[in-house]
């Protein structure tokens, strides 16, 4: 039964994650770099400046920083370790170039998300802050396409419930935690008409859906404050970690690197056939690349839009520099860890034991001690990520339903059953499943992103004539 499901996903994920959609994320993410003049690189070092310097006396919820880290917590999850795993695995080293690739241009599209999401908010009596793809689809682009707004947030809410949000960031922890604690399936308990589980994967999917209903009642407030708390302190211990990897390995890294370029162009020359066609290598790069740093997808806005900060460009800068960190810096190390250990080529493991093997065998420590370590990161980084996306599909179902307090609480209860669920689904079937949801929530969005990318360019020289007359 599992294996016509997944065959079925696999199709549906295939025509939805076909050629167009690649082209029409791609083809904007180049428009806005070339119609800004390569704004992710010449701007970058003022963006990180900003990234951690507030806006004083804005209108908003959250600091920039805080939106920020917001984001990161939705952004940096198990794509930066799993799905650069299974995108490696599928697609060959070569599905790493095709992620870089996708996520400088994609820094471009992030940019316009941000600023396009702080331009057309909506921010009440309360300072409660409402905005993202829906609002700028809709007093961007005219009331006349209020219907494409309303494909994205009901998107959105599925993202969250289905996807990225829940299944494959909880399938991922357990995972993670099972490998580590009982990896051989020793201590197992029957759950009459799902199957037999590790006592590991139960207890662990227990913990974790109560520490997030403990979280996600305190609203954006309490999910901002966790977050800036985790993700930084994470973010540099897994960056720090990957460096120390890279560096006791420094001679592989030119020939990693070399493979990397050779197979997005011709895997099969460079695998012999193990993975499939340059088309497999750039559809798995670019469809992860997404799944780890959103660009494209509208998620990030939703959080931007939040931001303590009267500047749409300036948040912009702020929000372009999450691609950045998440893909440019992390899932570049971890693909790295990944193609120099030649653990994407061990037969037999699949999504984090992948990682795993890396980490054993290219750190100078012993392989238990460098398995605890990435599992704890990985459980951390996908805590984060569930609590980011319950806020960004809550705004979601906000704008689809109103401010209606009951549908916000009920949809809050069905997002914890979700990840109570999560332990229980069979890996592909999850990022398959995220995966056609991510594509189904980027079509609207990456429309409204070119339809208004004049907006953006006309903003941005607006804004730095101004800068330098001051």
């Not at 999450?322 to 990944?338: A, E, Y």
Request: charged share 15%; glycine share 10%.
């Amino acid at each position: 039964m599992w294996n016509e499901i997944n065959q079925f996903l696999v199709k549906i994920d295939d025509y939805v994650w076909g050629l167009p959609l690649m082209i029409l994320i791609m083809a904007g993410g180049i428009m806005l770099t070339i119609r800004m003049a390569c704004l992710q690189i010449r701007k970058l070092p003022l963006a990180l400046k900003w990234m951690v310097k507030n806006e004083e006396g804005a209108a908003g919820e959250v600091t920039s920083f805080g939106a920020l880290c917001t984001a990161l917590s939705a952004t940096i999850g198990t794509g930066n370790i799993v799905g650069v795993a299974t995108a490696i695995s599928a697609g060959g080293p070569g599905a790493l170039f095709w992620m870089e690739l996708a996520a400088f241009f994609g820094m471009a599209t992030k940019f316009a998300e941000g600023l396009l999401a702080v331009k057309y908010r909506v921010v009440d009596e309360d300072n409660h802050s409402l905005g993202g793809p829906f609002y700028y689809i809709e007093k961007g682009m005219g009331k006349n396409f209020k219907w494409l707004a309303k494909m994205f947030a009901f998107f959105g809410v599925c993202v969250g419930l289905f996807g990225i949000g829940t299944f494959s960031q909880v399938n991922g922890i357990s995972s993670a935690i099972k490998g580590f604690f009982d990896p051989n399936s020793k201590n197992t308990v029957k759950i009459p008409g799902i199957g037999t589980y590790s006592w590991v994967v139960v207890v662990s999917s227990i913990i974790l859906t109560i520490l997030v209903a403990f979280v996600l009642i305190g609203g954006i407030q309490r999910i901002s404050m966790v977050s800036q708390l985790i993700v930084p302190f994470m973010a540099v211990t897994y960056v720090l970690i990957a460096v120390v990897l890279l560096i006791c390995n420094i001679q592989e890294v030119p020939a990693a690197v070399k493979l990397i370029v050779k197979s997005a162009f011709n895997p099969k020359a460079v695998t012999g056939g193990a993975v499939g066609t340059m088309f497999i290598a750039m559809q798995k790069g670019v469809a992860r690349g997404i799944f780890s740093n959103e660009a494209g997808l509208g998620s990030a806005p939703i959080a931007a839009a939040a931001a303590k900060t009267n500047e749409p460009v300036r948040q912009g800068l702020v929000s372009m520099t999450g691609t950045f960190i998440d893909t440019i810096v992390i899932c570049t190390m971890t693909g790295l860890s990944i193609v120099l250990t030649g653990a994407w080529k061990v037969k037999g493991i699949e999504g984090v034991e992948v990682t795993t093997y890396a980490f054993k065998h290219g750190l100078p420590i012993p392989g238990r001690v460098s398995a605890f370590i990435l599992m704890l990161c990985l459980v951390f980084f996908a805590f984060t990520t569930i609590l980011g996306w319950d806020y960004y599909s809550e705004r979601c179902l906000e704008y689809l339903a109103g401010k209606n307090a009951k549908h916000i609480k009920v949809y809050r209860w069905l997002y914890i059953l979700a990840v109570f669920a999560g332990p229980y689904m069979t890996v592909k079937a999850v990022w398959t499943i995220a995966d056609i949801f991510n594509g189904l929530m980027a079509i609207p969005n990456m429309i409204a992103i070119l339809a208004l990318s004049g907006v953006v360019t006309m903003e941005v020289k607006k804004f730095f004539s101004q800068m330098k007359e001051k």
